[in-house]
Structure formats: C-alpha cells, structure tokens
C-alpha cells in the first residue's frame, strides 16, 4: 500500500527535526541527563512537528540504546513505538475523546504499571477541545502522575486551555518553520522519490505551506500526481492557484479604478475552475506585498517571491498610495470571512471588486482616507501644471484704497485694525514667490490655494490675500495649514511671523470669473462626499 510522503519521512531522532532546535536540543539534554519531566504541553500552528515530536520523546525515554538523546530507532523498543505493537504508548484525539468517563477510564489505567517499557506514555492531541470537566479530571493525575506515566499535551489553540492545567505542565511553543528550510526539504524528498522539481516551484510549496512540514510535504505528493517534473505550473495547477501573473493583472486593473477589467479577469479564472476562496486569500497576499515594498526598505526579505515578481510588484506600487492599499485589504479581508459561508462565492469577490475600484460608496475610515489621498493628488498634479489664471499685479491706486480686511486669526485679531494698505507694505513679489515654492513641498493643497495670491507685512505681522475661500478656511481651522506656512516663510525670511488673512472687496464682476484650479478641485472634493460645501 502507497504511504503518504509526510508519513514515509516523517522524523524518527530529534537530530531529523527540522526548524524547531530550540525545543529539540532542550529535550535531548533533558533525555540525556535523565530529567524528564512528568508533563509537557507542545504549541504550535498545524505541521511543525508536535505530534513527531511527542513520539520521538516516547521513544527517547523508553530507548534502552540512547545516543546523545535521541532514540536509536533499531531496538524493539523503538520498532513497536513505530508501529504501533507497544500498548503503553498511547495516541488519544481529545476531538473525539474529550469527556469526563473518558478521561476516568484514563485514570484506572494509571494505576497498571507498563507491561514492556519504562514508562507509560499519554499523548493527548488537541487538547484545548477536552471538555471542562474532563480537563477538570485530568488536573489532578496530571499534577501528581504515578512515577512511569507521563503526559504529553499537544494543542494548536493554547489560549483555550484552562490556567490549572498550564501551570502542571512543561511547556513548548513550536514556531512556523522557515520557507528556505522547508523549501530545502522538499527538494531532499523529491530527489529521495526520483522526482525533479524547479527552485520556483520548491519555493511555492514552502509559500503555500505557511510554515508547515506536513503540508509542504503532502503539497508535493499531489503535485507528483500531477506530473514527475515538478515546476510552478504544476504546483499552481495542482494547489488550484491562479497564475501570478493573473493575480498581479486582477490587482492592477483593481488599483486603475478598471471594473470591466477586474470582471473580466476574474471571469476568465472562474472558468479555469480556479478557488475563489484561494483567489481571494491571494489577492490579499499580493495588497499584502505591496504594502510591504512601499513601506519597509528590506521588502525583499519580506516577501517570498522571484526578483523577476518583486520588479513586478514595485511597478504596481508605485501606481497605488497606502490608503488605497489599506481600503482594499479592508474589503478583501471582510469578503473572505464571508465566503466559507456564502452560497455565490464568486459575487461576494466582485461586490468586493466594485467597492474596491469604486471607494466611493463606502464611509469606512480606510476608504474616506483612500479618497482624500486621491483627491490631494489631484490637488498636486495642478498645482504643478501652469496656472489657468494669470496673476495680476495690485493696482496701484490700492496704496490708496481702504480694503475690507476679513477678520484675521484668533493670534492676531486683537493687534490689527486697521487696513493693511494703511499699516502694512506689501512684500516683495519674488520673496513671496520663494515663500511659496516652499510651501509646496510642506503643503501641496495650501500652495495650491494661494494662487493669485499677495502678502503684505508689518513689524512681526504677515497678511494674506488670497481669492480662494478655501484658503481662509484652511487658515482659520487647519492647525497645520497655519504651522506649515509659518515654517515656509520662516526658512525664507529666518523668522518666524503671525498669520492673518484679509480679503478686498469683491467686484461685481468676481462672480462671473471662471473658478481658479483650487476651486474646481474643491467642488470636486464636495461632489465626492471629503468635504462639505460651504453654504
């Protein structure tokens, strides 16, 4: 009869435990120097070895033939551990084994000394489903066991499992093992069963084992099924994948606002029988990546991928921002706790698809920041595009004109009162031009704001005037809009003033001006829900 992969070389000596010496070289010594404890409680993520484990520290105490802690693996001890002949080694599925007579029966049994060994072993996997009165019966044998019985406890939800039972035992978190580890190891395997296999390919399978050695293992024996020349088609094809390339299309139509491209994709994988479920759970790995590149410089130890995928995956970045990106795992992640349960899996991913290509409907934070952030590119792309309206000069009987000042800012409303034509000079055109153009790398969207803009200044006082009405909102409400053009005009001048806006009399012929680019920008920005309009 054919054995599984992960059965076949499953490891027989804790030196065959891969990725897990923190725990292997603690029970070898414990094994060596005779100071084994009485319980264990083994925590990990399914695969990483606590079962194989568990046998192998089975076999260890009761090896007559120990080499350096490890069991020999040849004796007769060791043989029938294997295979299972040795009744006092017992496997129990607390899944199915977790009630209160259950664990009574456990008990008696303590009480018969091992008929062919030195000590009675109790692996008890999955132990967080013991039910509360069966953990309840266990507490006290656990904590004082009869000298040859010894309890391993193996569980993948250490935080269901009561305090009192804890504190009985020796406890060891098993860690998620290395891709490059396990990649390495399916290669071993594949030479050992005359397959061939590509580094690409070797590389999904420890991808998609997500830290686990069994998977990985079983992975590659239903891709041996598929064809002896194992390559990363075989594995997507096998696995129920979709193709990368596909994946970072789907993503980019997603990230391009392009809804018949996203449904397009996305109809041509459904009928490649690819998973929707897989689909989603990748495309949440691709927005991952992407968040990774545009934010952390080490990216390619971060990400498990081809040189050849992450120059893919910095190209897509630099066409997304961080709140998109935020927006879409949002959805993304929403939409795949609804598909294990929903009964269309395939129109759960395209509402996802349109609320991620269309953020508009959504008042989510992470969507309204995805907006603003597309909104504020907007705003910088104008402002570095030449001005619609042309600046005009101030008039020069101005000087003589009394101008309605508009009330100035909190700081300096009590200081000002009197117009500025009479108080203050206007400042120099080519100042308030480099004043600007520092403003513009602080504050894209106040620079922009200030187009057609002049200032005028006395003593320690500088005064706006600015046609735009956002501007004097922003000055007014916005914190940061005043501190960022205090800092620009400060590394221009090397002082720092106080700010105030002030406004001409309108004409009559204001209102039949066309908008300046601002304005358009914030009409938009109202007509897309940002902002509200001001009445």
């Known amino acids: 009869m054919y054995q599984a992969l992960y059965r076949k070389y499953r490891p027989t000596a804790f030196d065959d435990v891969v990725g897990q010496d923190h725990i292997t070289d603690i029970l070898k010594?414990?094994?060596?120097?005779?100071?084994?404890?009485?319980?264990?409680?083994?925590?990990?993520?399914?695969?990483?070895?606590?079962?194989?484990?568990s046998k192998i520290l089975a076999k260890a105490v009761n090896c007559p033939n120990v080499q350096g802690g490890n069991p020999c693996g040849v004796c007769d001890v060791c043989r029938g551990i294997d295979n299972g002949s040795i009744t006092d080694v017992l496997e129990i599925d607390a899944a199915s084994n977790n009630g209160v007579d259950d664990i009574r029966n456990l008990k008696a049994e303590t009480n018969f000394t091992p008929a062919s060994v030195k000590y009675r072993i109790y692996i008890i996997d999955e132990a967080h489903m013991l039910s509360p009165g069966a953990a309840n019966a266990l507490l006290k044998t656990l904590e004082e066991p009869p000298e040859y019985v010894i309890f391993i406890l193996a569980t993948t939800e250490v935080h269901k499992i009561p305090a009192t039972i804890l504190s009985r035992c020796q406890r060891f978190g098993f860690k998620r093992i290395d891709p490059e580890i396990i990649s390495e190891r399916v290669c071993l395997v594949?030479?050992?069963?005359?397959?061939?296999?590509?580094?690409?390919?070797?590389?999904?399978?420890?991808?998609?084992?997500?830290?686990?050695?069994?998977?990985?293992?079983?992975?590659?024996?239903?891709?041996?099924?598929?064809n002896?020349?194992?390559?990363?088609?075989?594995?997507?094809?096998?696995?129920?994948?979709?193709?990368?390339?596909?994946v970072s299309e789907l993503a980019e139509s997603i990230i391009d606002g392009d809804i018949s491209g996203s449904f397009k994709t996305l109809t041509s994988l459904y009928e490649n029988s690819v998973d929707i479920i897989r689909l989603c759970d990748q495309l949440i790995g691709i927005f991952r990546n992407l968040m990774i590149v545009k934010t952390a410089s080490n990216a390619a130890q971060l990400i498990i991928c081809t040189p050849s995928e992450l120059d893919e995956l910095r190209r897509i970045s630099d066409k997304?921002?961080?709140?998109?990106?935020?927006?879409?795992?949002?959805?993304?992640?929403?939409?795949?706790?609804?598909?294990?349960?929903?009964?269309?899996?395939?129109?759960?991913?395209?509402?996802?698809?349109?609320?991620?290509?269309?953020p508009q409907p959504d008042l989510s934070v992470s969507s309204l920041a995805a907006r603003l952030n597309e909104l504020e590119k907007r705003i910088r792309n104008l402002s570095s595009a030449p001005a619609a309206v042309q600046e005009s000069e101030i008039p020069a009987k101005q000087s003589q004109s009394k101008p309605t000042v508009k009330a100035p800012v909190?700081?300096?409303?009590?200081?000002?009162?009197?117009?500025?034509?009479?108080?203050?000079?206007?400042?120099?055109?080519?100042?308030?031009?480099k004043i600007l153009d520092e403003l513009a790398k602080i504050n894209p969207a106040l620079r922009a704001a200030l187009t057609n803009s002049a200032a005028y200044i006395k003593d320690d006082i500088i005064l706006i005037d600015s046609p735009d009405e956002l501007f004097l909102r922003l000055i007014r409400e916005n914190e940061y809009a005043k501190e960022s053009l205090r800092e620009a005009v400060k590394a221009q001048t090397g002082k720092r003033y106080r700010l105030g806006p002030y406004r001409r009399e309108a004409k009559k012929s204001d209102a039949?001006?066309?908008?300046?680019?601002?304005?358009?920008?914030?009409?938009?920005?109202?007509?897309?829900?940002?902002?509200?309009?001001?009445?």
């Open 29 to 53: 010594n414990e094994v060596s120097d005779g100071r084994v404890a009485h319980a264990y409680l083994f925590t990990g993520s399914r695969g990483t070895g606590k079962t194989t484990c």
């Open 190 to 226: 594949a030479e050992k069963e005359n397959l061939t296999i590509d580094p690409d390919a070797a590389a999904m399978i420890a991808k998609l084992a997500d830290g686990g050695m069994r998977d990985a293992l079983s992975l590659l024996d239903l891709c041996a099924g598929f």
């Open 228 to 246: 002896k020349n194992i390559t990363l088609d075989v594995v997507i094809e096998a696995a129920g994948l979709a193709g990368s390339k596909y």
């Open 320 to 358: 997304s921002e961080l709140p998109f990106i935020f927006t879409a795992l949002d959805i993304l992640q929403d939409t795949l706790s609804k598909l294990s349960r929903s009964s269309s899996k395939k129109t759960e991913l395209e509402m996802a698809l349109v609320k991620m290509c269309n």
């Open 410 to 433: 909190s700081e300096i409303s009590h200081i000002i009162s009197e117009s500025p034509s009479n108080s203050a000079s206007l400042m120099d055109e080519e100042l308030w031009g």
């Open 512 to 535: 039949d001006a066309p908008l300046t680019p601002f304005q358009e920008i914030s009409k938009l920005a109202c007509e897309m829900g940002v902002m509200e309009e001001n009445k």
